[in-house]
């Protein structure tokens, strides 16, 4: 299925650094979210956002939905090494399935 | 914080062997996927159900099965289990609200089939 461009792939920062990422894609969305997985466990939502020009903040982390409809960016700051894991992007288009980015991998380096 | 719950969560089990993957959720969400996760890789749509009877093969081709019964129950069935089966697999729902659709999802079951 198609999926979206996620960037950068990896990311090793230093503690207390900020962070951001972003996804897009050809296609117009109408729902952007945001998701981290830790190994071995399953993905835990962030941030959901559902209009675009939407920001939407969770404790550290802002996420916001692109004006174009086309992509959407996740910030994190002050990065503790607790927030190490791959964090990935997912998208709908009105009535069909969700569509998911390839992922960043986040290494915080206390 | 998603109600959606998969057993087992770690399997081990020997070639030709059939397994059972269950997923359940109680949030009442008509939509539930089943998506294939290989380590650090992208995630694959292997089988999905708007509702009840309703069962559908996703993007990546899969020797799996899955059936529908009830709203809060898609389980997934592997007839005869091989060692390219070996792979995370992750039960999802969605919401169906009004402009509002978000996917959740289960903690995963891994399956090493040796």
């Known amino acids: 299925g198609q999926q979206l461009n996620q960037s950068p792939q990896s990311m090793f920062i230093q503690e207390g650094e900020d962070v951001s990422m972003n996804c897009t894609s050809s296609?117009?969305?109408?729902?952007w979210l945001w998701y981290k997985q830790d190994p071995g466990e399953g993905p835990v939502l962030l941030i959901a956002?559902?209009?675009?020009?939407e920001l939407t903040s969770n404790g550290r982390l802002t996420a916001q939905f692109g004006i174009t409809r086309k992509d959407s960016f996740l910030n994190i700051s002050a990065s503790i090494p607790s927030d190490v894991g791959i964090y990935f992007c997912?998208?709908?288009?009105?009535?069909?399935?969700?569509?998911f980015g390839t992922g960043t991998s986040l290494t915080v380096i206390p | 914080e998603a109600d959606i719950y998969q057993t087992p969560r770690y399997l081990v089990i020997g070639t030709g062997k059939k397994i059972t993957l269950e997923c359940s959720q109680t949030?009442?969400?008509?939509?539930m996927y089943w998506y294939q996760q290989d380590p650090g890789m992208e995630l694959h749509l292997i089988h999905y159900?708007?509702?009840?009877?309703?069962?559908e093969k996703g993007d990546l081709s899969s020797e799996s099965t899955v059936s529908r019964i009830r709203t809060e129950h898609f389980p997934l069935t592997l007839e005869s289990a091989r060692p390219s089966h070996t792979s995370q697999y992750l039960c999802a729902s969605s919401d169906p609200g009004q402009g509002t659709n978000t996917i959740y999802f289960g903690e995963g079951s891994w399956l090493t089939v040796v």
């Open positions: 159900s708007y509702g009840v009877n309703s069962t």
């Open positions: 949030m009442g969400h008509d939509k």
């Open positions: 956002l559902y209009k675009a020009g």
């Open positions: 296609s117009i969305f109408n729902t």
């Open positions: 997912a998208g709908q288009r009105a009535g069909n399935q969700f569509y």
